[in-house]
């Protein structure tokens, strides 16, 4: 079992690197592959999928997006495969946000998660997951910024704190922006 490799990647496909540790390439799928570059060295955190027919690599960035991952597929009718997706689309803090108020609409919006799963996933890890202290701090940062910048704007704080838990916390502060003002205008 690898807990982490580090190498250089050498390739960047459309779900997937290959990273080069040792003149050894590993196949590693990853949530956003594009976060990668080419001919930089990278730590990569690992989790060893093994099946019948099946050995794939998934790798994180993050220890954080690890322990997420691996909190995902133990839920019933949830696999890597579609657990990857969840954390490329949603922001770690938004996830485990929306398990916790049992937000539905939000775990509904990414591929192949239907009502029931969304249900699954709340009844199998509301009140098990715990955000790190660093990124908490982080994301409250972020989401101050945010909000400072669309009260400049002239909306009102009731209007934003109804937005400001859809936007995707992972992208940069302009794009965070762009995407809470195409909210509000809905």
Not at 67 to 93: D, Q
Not at 161 to 176: G, M, P, R, W, Y
Request: proline share 2%; net charge negative.
């Amino acid at each position: 079992m690898f807990d982490y490799i580090i190498g250089k990647v050498t390739d960047i496909k459309n779900n997937s690197i290959v990273l080069e540790n040792n003149e050894i390439g590993y196949l590693i799928y990853v949530s956003n592959p594009y976060s990668y570059e080419i001919d930089i060295k990278t730590k990569v955190y690992i989790y060893e999928h093994i099946r019948e027919e099946e050995d794939s690599l998934y790798g994180f960035k993050t220890m954080e997006e690890k322990e997420l991952f691996l909190k995902l597929i133990n839920v019933k009718g949830l696999g890597p495969k579609m657990a990857l997706p969840m954390l490329a689309t949603g922001s770690i803090s938004g996830i485990i946000d929306a398990i916790e108020r049992e937000n539905i609409l939000y775990l509904k919006k990414f591929p192949k998660i239907g009502e029931k799963l969304a249900r699954q996933i709340i009844l199998d890890l509301k009140g098990k997951l715990v955000l790190s202290k660093d990124i908490d701090n982080n994301v409250n940062k972020n989401e101050e910024e945010l909000i400072e910048a669309l009260l400049a704007l002239g909306y009102k704080e009731k209007e934003i704190k109804k937005v400001i838990t859809l936007v995707n916390k992972d992208n940069s502060l302009e794009e965070q922006i762009k995407e809470a003002l195409k909210l509000l205008l809905k």
